[in-house]
């Protein structure tokens, strides 16, 4: 949180300066506001964030042209907001408005379009239409793997978010598969202490646990277990999510 609020103060000092000497319609203000909205977001005050999001917008629709990428960029981050509030529907308008503009404006393998196509499957995963999120994300995917090195983080993330979803479907073997490609980059990808790591231990154990495999599923768990206490506080809530689920797995052996 300490952070957080040296951000903010910092972002609002350059705010007063940028209010003081710029027109009111000036893009660098935009990007002011729009750096303190990505702060409140951080800081899941979503009414906030919305406020400081929606000032930036309408600089950008005024100064920018409609198929300007920093305007897709804008939408991307209300639709953000509206998802994170859970209000489903209103993200997908925003993060479709978005992708329109990304289609037109940007290469068909840019980095960008991916993102819009992972942001709108993660809406209609959080709805619960898993064949619409894989489309999505399959679209991800296919992007990311052309437009970005092998072992990228990001390439892991779009294999966890297809497994996430055939995770949700019960799917556990078919999640597997996708866990463990996003294993085998964030290894690479990542210090072998980063709480990212822990996260695809835990998915791997978890799909094991699903599949009725315990003996396969704890030793994942215990690796996400010890990472999860070198790198988060020790009273930090997927520590004691992640003992419970240990206990589970030595119950069930």
Same mark, same amino acid.
């Given at each position: 949180?300490?952070?957080? &609020?040296?951000?903010?103060?910092?972002?609002?000092?350059?705010?007063?300066?940028?209010?003081? !000497?710029?027109?009111?319609? %000036?893009?660098?203000?935009?990007?002011?506001?729009?750096?303190? +909205?990505?702060?409140?977001?951080?800081?899941?005050?979503?009414?906030?964030?919305?406020?400081?999001?929606?000032?930036?917008?309408?600089?950008?629709?005024?100064?920018?042209?409609?198929?300007?990428?920093?305007? #897709?960029?804008?939408?991307?981050?209300? +639709?953000?907001? %509206?998802?994170?509030?859970?209000?489903?529907?209103?993200?997908?308008?925003?993060?479709?408005?978005?992708?329109?503009?990304?289609?037109?404006?940007?290469?068909? @393998?840019?980095?960008?379009?991916?993102?819009?196509?992972? @942001?709108?499957?993660?809406?209609?995963?959080?709805?619960?239409?898993? &064949?619409?999120?894989?489309?999505?994300?399959?679209?991800?995917?296919?992007?990311?793997?052309? !437009?970005?090195?092998?072992?990228?983080?990001?390439? #892991?993330?779009?294999?966890?978010?297809?497994?996430?979803?055939?995770?949700?479907? +019960?799917?556990?073997?078919?999640?597997?598969?996708?866990?463990?490609?996003?294993?085998?980059? /964030?290894?690479?990808?990542?210090?072998?202490? %980063?709480?990212?790591?822990?996260? &695809?231990? @835990? @998915?791997?154990?978890?799909?094991?646990?699903?599949?009725?495999?315990?003996?396969?599923?704890?030793?994942?768990?215990?690796?996400?277990?010890?990472?999860?206490?070198?790198?988060?506080?020790? /009273?930090?809530?997927?520590?004691?999510?992640?003992?419970?689920?240990?206990?589970?797995?030595?119950?069930?052996?």
């Amino acid at each position: 949180m300490g952070n957080y &609020s040296k951000a903010l103060e910092f972002y609002e000092e350059a705010q007063k300066i940028y209010e003081k !000497a710029l027109p009111p319609n %000036h893009p660098d203000l935009a990007s002011c506001y729009g750096k303190n +909205g990505v702060v409140y977001n951080a800081m899941r005050d979503y009414s906030k964030a919305l406020e400081f999001y929606k000032k930036s917008h309408k600089i950008y629709e005024k100064a920018l042209p409609p198929n300007h990428p920093d305007l #897709a960029t804008s939408y991307s981050n209300i +639709g953000q907001v %509206h998802n994170n509030m859970g209000d489903y529907s209103k993200a997908l308008e925003f993060y479709e408005k978005a992708l329109k503009i990304r289609e037109k404006a940007l290469p068909p @393998n840019h980095p960008d379009l991916a993102t819009s196509y992972g @942001n709108i499957g993660q809406v209609y995963k959080n709805m619960g239409d898993y &064949s619409k999120a894989l489309e999505l994300y399959e679209k991800d995917l296919a992007i990311t793997k052309k !437009a970005l090195p092998p072992n990228h983080p990001d390439l #892991a993330t779009s294999y966890n978010n297809i497994g996430q979803v055939y995770k949700d479907m +019960g799917d556990y073997s078919k999640a597997l598969e996708f866990y463990e490609k996003d294993l085998e980059i /964030t290894k690479i990808a990542l210090p072998p202490n %980063h709480p990212d790591l822990a996260t &695809s231990y @835990n @998915n791997i154990g978890m799909a094991h646990y699903g599949m009725n495999n315990y003996s396969k599923a704890l030793p994942f768990l215990e690796n996400a277990l010890s990472i999860r206490r070198k790198s988060l506080p020790s /009273t930090h809530s997927l520590i004691q999510t992640t003992i419970d689920n240990i206990d589970h797995v030595k119950k069930k052996m």
